[in-house]
């Protein structure tokens, strides 16, 4: 199993400080004021997993494996303001093939998601992931889930999310890996705000370096397109991304039973076609994680 836990913040500021959205209402233009709350907030952060697996005797080969596993999931977010709690908590079981340099799993997920304490909507599908590795560290790994949304406040928020993941990864020395990955996400609902393409690529790495730190840096760009975008807007709302990371471990140091301190920075910029859904966004997480 691993959890991790840590004290959060973040600070999200609107381009050009407006909060003003021009609609088109028949020809006739009338300005919008969005009512919200740009102040740095504090609270605790939680996530953890923990897996059980049981081998089975199914025939592929002398140099496969084969296992079911079952797998619980939470990311839970708690803040000062029971409006900015976020509660995720799923399940997920199947069965996963296991190979010299290869690794295949396929797995039903359900996941049920809280927001301000209140029940928010249900995500049930099925994942399919792949690595395969060679013996000179480097490794090609993917992911693939459709789920279906349920959403327990709106009818128009209910349909369909698809997400894939495909990457590279190539360990450097024993000591460091470096990695680049696409991913795409499409999620199909009624709302047009919440109905979306998005894609994008992300490069990570990490490196062991003096005075027993790991570091994680990690940067990224994505679109995200909306398909149907409301008659009303007299923008285009669609928004792109660019954002960097670094998360910071002290591997040498522990807590507990096996935990270590970590800081993780985070910073995005998003440009919306829209000047009021235009924004940059600062976030930090301090906290320990279990290592092993």
Do not use: W
Not at 42 to 57: E, F, K, Q
Not at 76 to 87: K, L, M, R
Not at 225 to 248: H, Q, Y
């Amino acid at each position: 199993y691993e959890i991790s836990a840590c004290l959060v913040g973040s600070e999200m500021c609107i381009r050009d400080r407006t909060d003003t959205i021009l609609l088109d209402f028949g020809g006739i233009t009338l300005p919008l004021k969005v009512d919200r709350n740009t102040k740095s907030q504090l609270g605790i952060r939680a996530t953890g997993s923990a897996s059980y697996r049981l081998p089975i005797d199914l025939t592929f080969g002398d140099k496969v494996t084969s296992s079911l596993f079952v797998q619980g999931f939470f990311d839970i977010t708690d803040a000062p303001n029971s409006t900015y709690d976020d509660y995720i908590v799923g399940a997920k079981t199947g069965i996963r093939f296991t190979g010299a340099n290869t690794t295949y799993s396929v797995a039903p997920v359900h996941s049920q998601r809280y927001l301000a304490g209140e029940h928010y909507e249900d995500q049930t599908g099925l994942e399919l992931a792949f690595e395969k590795r060679t013996s000179s560290g480097f490794s090609v790994f993917g992911l693939a889930s459709y789920s279906n949304v349920n959403n327990k406040i709106a009818e128009n928020l209910d349909g369909t999310l698809g997400r894939a993941r495909i990457g590279i990864r190539q360990s450097i020395g024993g000591t460091g890996a470096i990695g680049l990955s696409l991913f795409y996400e499409d999620k199909s609902v009624d709302f047009n705000l919440d109905n979306y393409d998005l894609y994008g690529v992300r490069l990570l790495g990490v490196v062991d370096v003096p005075f027993g730190l790991t570091l994680r840096p990690s940067i990224f760009f994505e679109k995200k397109r909306f398909p149907v975008p409301s008659p009303l807007f007299t923008g285009n709302p669609d928004e792109d991304s660019l954002g960097a990371s670094i998360k910071i471990e002290k591997n040498n140091l522990f807590i507990g039973d096996g935990f270590s301190p970590f800081l993780d920075l985070r910073h995005r910029r998003t440009k919306s076609g829209i000047d009021a859904y235009s924004y940059y966004e600062t976030e930090f997480e301090f906290g320990i994680v279990r290592r092993f």
